[in-house]
């Protein structure tokens, strides 16, 4: 995933864009970037890796190298970013979130037609924000460069160009899978992933960018260059895990989503399974936590947090590429409150259930902790497509998938056909689905939120909203 933000000013930013670039690290882990325009310096740029150490930790001294009143940030869980560029449109930074699908297809079409070449890191592997650039840069301005990167590649690019005269362009993906938020302050405006952060640096909304819309930003005003498109398709994923809880999306707060969430999920379970014997709700935190508290206050029964997740020095998921490592480091940051689960029956609510692998580990913690009883509830419905938009999941392969695996044990490849089926609770397979995980992962009972009841915790309609990873729509 990933997340960016900016500021162009009428003073000195670079303060205040190291704080809001900081405040979207839940977004990214791998590298930490900034770029900005100060009117005798030019453009500059500074890049570090984030794997092992928090953003701020690794551009504190970014104050004393960078100097400026437009600048541009971005939190990266792929390549190193912003990249600085010379090209006929000028000189200029450019910082992304998304994916690219076609890179192979890009690149040789590009060679062929250009002649021109790329960097190339280890592995020979292209930049991806490079790429973008190139195909930018293949058209006379910006605004037709953006669009036709847009529509040629496959996948999803939401775009902050800070131009050499500090003009900062903001490009919203085609389908607006991910948001961009537009702050306004005395001095100026910021640009950004998640609204909250310009709203603690003084900022107000000003305004939410539509699909595929295209704008520049000075300290005076904020332009429209191309008008939004009418497909919407955000990324429903926002509300359910990616989003800290403060932020906003189309007007909709992210803490006040998992509530209702949670809320519907226990109204359902009145219906299908009766008053169940649990002695306290918990989420599996940090985002299953408020999909709980829903979940808590609807059924009546009481919320407690029978396990704390290590903070101090495991502020956020440093996630090693090794899988084992990522499993030890998962379990090592669980710290069990007995008096809270020893010959307690526990219901636990997380954000999701992906692979299924550090909940295998949750719950034999539990259970290794003396909890009599383990029910479980996802706060979205099974996962049964990888998710080609936005690379939310570090799956390489469907199979991975827990419930494309239940599904292949199930019935082979002829069950993928019924796969709406399978997502259904209240069918035959559905039935056996959840049946099996349970036995698999020794959980007394197990649900997953449906598909109608995760859109209406939401609030959009559903036309609007990317809900791929669970139904195949595209």
Known sequence: MGGFFGITSKNECITDVFFGVDYH???????????AYDSEIGLQRVIHNIEHAPFRTKFENIFNEMHGTSAIGVISDCDPQPMLI????????????????????????????????????????INSTELLAAMIDTQDNFVE???????TIKGTQSILILCEDGTILAARDKVGRLPICIGKRDDGYAVSFENYAYQKLGFIDE???????????????????????????????????????????????????????????????????????????SGIPDSGTPHAIGYANESGNHFARAF????????????????SDRNKI??????????????????????????????RETVEFLYANGAKSVHMRSACPPIMYGCKYLNFSRSTSEMELIARRVIMELEGEEGFKYISEYSDGSTERGKNLRKLICKKFNFDTLDFQSLDGIVESIGLNKCDLCTYCWDGTE
């Open 25 to 35: 690290s839940h977004l990214g882990t791998s590298r930490g970037g900034m770029a």
């Open 86 to 125: 010379r090209s006929h449109l000028g000189t200029y930074a450019i910082c992304n979130v998304g994916i690219i699908n076609n890179t192979e297809e890009l690149t040789e079409k590009y060679f062929k037609e250009s002649f021109g070449h790329f960097d190339s890191m280890t592995g020979g592997k």
């Open 145 to 151: 460069g953006i669009k036709f990167a847009q529509n």
């Open 207 to 281: 305004y939410e960018l539509g699909p595929g819309e295209i704008v520049s930003i000075t300290p005076e005003n904020c332009v429209q260059l191309s008008k939004p498109g009418t497909k919407k398709r955000i990324c429903s994923f926002l509300w359910s895990y990616y989003g800290y809880p403060t932020s906003s999306y189309e007007g909709i707060n992210v803490e006040v989503m998992r509530y209702k969430n949670g809320a519907i999920m226990a109204r359902h379970d009145k219906e299908n399974f009766g008053k169940l014997d649990v002695d306290y709700v």
């Open 308 to 323: 704390i997740k290590y903070t101090p020095t495991w502020s956020r998921s440093f996630m090693p590429t090794n899988q």
């Open 330 to 359: 998962a379990k090592m940051k669980q710290i069990p409150v007995f008096d809270l689960i020893k010959n307690k029956n526990l219901l636990f609510v997380d954000d999701s259930i992906v692979r299924g692998t550090q909940l």
